[in-house]
T-cell receptor
Framework: DAKTTQPNSMESNEEEPVHLPCNHSTISGTDYIHWYRQLPSQGPEYVIHGLTSNVNNRMASLAIAEDRKSSTLILHRATLRDAAVYYCILCLSGTYKYIFGTGTRLKVLA | NAGVMQNPRHLVRRRGQEARLRCSPMKGHSHVYWYRQLPEEGLKFMVYLQKENIIDESGMPKERFSAEFPKEGPSILRIQQVVRGDSAAYFC?????????????FGPGTRLTVT
């Protein structure tokens, strides 16, 4: 079954870059990679997504390995408001459902 | 543009009662997805619906759970004869079309507690 693997937790200092890794070795050619984050008692919030090429938006960057078996979410300057659980998600070929990983709890230190 | 709305936000039911969870998608969105989140876990897909159609219910338990998205009104996730193991946060998401490159917009969730 398709799945993603993430570290349980990470820490970062405020205003420093953060690299959140994700392994998805079972990914197939047309599975999309999405990243969302979730604050306590809230629904997940979209961060970024991609297929093969690296992607940038106002929130973050997504670096996808050439073989697509891993990806890294990059927050360029972490702020206290970025403290959340970050989920790496696969959207599988032929379906529209998201397969969530267990998430990485990011702690940002002032 | 209002986001995805879910109600109630908190629901308490005794074992054996029925729970009805409602989801109003974002304006212009015709695709709805339901997910369940157990404490300290990631979200698990339950069902994907379009107006009046269930497209994928591969994540729905075979018994007691049902979902609908009528032509008019919100999507409803219905749990009959609730048990303690049904206690979880239930999230609804919507998208403008069923394409994997589109993001899904999530609601704030309904937290179901079964006593």
């Amino acid at each position: 079954d398709a799945k993603t693997t993430q570290p349980n937790s990470m820490e970062s200092n405020e205003e420093e870059p953060v690299h959140l890794p994700c392994n998805h070795s079972t990914i197939s050619g047309t599975d999309y990679i999405h990243w969302y984050r979730q604050l306590p008692s809230q629904g997940p919030e979209y961060v970024i997504h991609g297929l093969t090429s690296n992607v940038n938006n106002r929130m973050a960057s997504l670096a996808i390995a050439e073989d697509r078996k891993s990806s890294t979410l990059i927050l360029h300057r972490a702020t206290l408001r970025d403290a959340a659980v970050y989920y790496c998600i696969l959207c599988l070929s032929g379906t529209y459902k998201y397969i969530f990983g267990t998430g990485t709890r990011l702690k940002v230190l002032a | 543009n209002a986001g995805v709305m879910q109600n109630p936000r908190h629901l308490v039911r005794r074992r054996g009662q029925e729970a009805r969870l409602r989801c109003s998608p974002m304006k212009g969105h015709s695709h709805v997805y339901w997910y369940r989140q157990l404490p300290e876990e990631g979200l698990k897909f339950m069902v994907y619906l379009q107006k009046e159609n269930i497209i994928d219910e591969s994540g729905m338990p075979k018994e007691r759970f049902s979902a609908e998205f009528p032509k008019e009104g919100p999507s409803i996730l219905r749990i009959q004869q609730v048990v303690r193991g049904d206690s979880a946060a239930y999230f609804c998401a919507s998208s403008p079309a069923g394409q994997r490159s589109y993001e899904q917009y999530f609601g704030p969730g309904t937290r179901l507690t079964v006593t």
